[in-house]
């Protein structure tokens, strides 16, 4: 059977989206999107038809798979629809914004097996378990080679948010949920060390930071306050709710502990991930912004630099994503699938309660 695809949302992912779609030779059969000009707008620029923001007409068509791309508060409706439909869903993260929403999208998959009801497959767009590097990590984990896991530690860096900055969805907790920077990177950073180590995040305690409570909003667009010679700010000033940055300390169910800085106001930083993982007899670490070196240092030993001249970068880990959804490839048990965004919710929102109580320790229901 062909696979015919189409793209939901119209914004920064869609674009990727669509682009490992067409590396991979995927028909992209069409667009929808919240806003009709939105879509129009994509439909145009990639030369596909366009559905308006019918999500049905997409539902009742003969499309096989599924990519959401939309803000996070629209993933529980729309995954379940799809799926009902008989459509494979490629969603973006995070899975959705509560708890709740997640353990029904999964009671849903249950019930639909339970009953013999065809549904489509679910797979989240965790790209970062597909760089060789991480693939390799993994290896070494799992292989004992240097022991038990001890230390679990890195962050994740960027300067998307730094002002000045657009003023978008991602600021509306009714649309991107109460947190930005520990859901939108920070839940790729959580993925990344339970994937490697194969060991679940248990407890956390975490504290946020805001660079700047309240913003100037002029013509869609954030400064600060100490950058304006204004005194009377009007209907101009806003308030933000939600964190530029966290640090977090986390438990894992191994045994290791482990801890991440989680920024997007960190100036020149495009998109830097580090993890290292501590043992017993070695440690390992990498870093996105250089993914084809993989670093492994031993006591008494010069640190030994593991280079991969092909392993591409972040685009090209989310086209391994989509070969290995349409195509089977290699192992397909590293796809993330419900059960994964379920625990990457759980810890997010762990993450949050444990920020309202002053960095109280919080366990992370498994």
Avoid at 324 to 340: A, H, M, Q, R, T
Wanted: proline share 2%.
């Amino acid at each position: 059977m062909d696979r015919k695809a189409v793209i939901i949302g119209a914004g920064f992912a869609a674009d990727m989206h669509i682009q490992a779609l067409k590396a991979l030779g995927i028909q992209v059969v069409g667009v929808a999107a919240g806003h009709r000009d939105s879509a129009k707008g994509f439909a145009e620029k990639n030369q596909i038809p366009s559905y308006g923001v019918s999500v049905e007409e997409v539902m009742e068509d003969d499309v096989t798979d599924v990519h959401i791309c939309t803000p996070p508060n629209s993933h529980a409706e729309l995954i379940k629809k799809m799926l009902n439909a008989g459509k494979n869903v490629i969603c973006e993260k995070p899975l959705c914004i509560t708890e709740k929403e997640a353990q029904d999208i999964r009671r849903f998959m249950d019930e639909n097996l339970r009953h013999g009801k065809k549904t489509g497959r679910l797979v989240l767009d965790y790209n970062v378990r597909f760089f060789a590097a991480v693939k390799k990590i993994r290896e070494i984990i799992k292989s004992g080679k240097y022991g038990k896991v001890v230390l679990v530690h890195g962050n994740y860096m960027q300067d998307f948010h730094a002002l000045p900055s657009i003023y978008d969805w991602r600021y509306r907790s009714d649309m991107s949920g109460p947190m930005r920077a520990v859901t939108e990177i920070g839940s790729h950073w959580f993925d990344l060390a339970q994937f490697v180590t194969g060991s679940n995040i248990t407890g956390v305690s975490a504290t946020f930071k805001k660079a700047a409570e309240y913003r100037i909003l002029n013509d869609g667009v954030m400064s600060s306050e100490d950058d304006n010679m204004e005194e009377d700010f009007g209907d101009k000033k806003i308030h933000i709710d939600s964190e530029d940055a966290a640090s977090v300390t986390l438990q894992f169910s191994n045994g290791a502990m482990g801890n991440v800085l989680l920024s997007e106001i960190s100036h020149g930083r495009s998109n830097h991930l580090f993890l290292e993982v501590d043992m017993m007899d070695g440690s390992v670490w990498w870093n996105e912004e250089d993914p084809n070196k993989l670093y492994h240092g031993k006591k008494n030993d010069p640190i030994a630099v593991e280079i991969s001249a092909f392993n591409g970068g972040f685009n090209e880990s989310v086209i391994e994503l989509f070969k290995e959804f349409y195509f089977g490839e290699g192992d397909s048990k590293i796809l993330p699938d419900v059960n994964s965004g379920l625990q990457i919710v759980r810890i997010c929102n762990a993450v949050h309660d444990s920020s309202r109580q002053h960095s109280a320790w919080v366990n992370v229901k498994q």
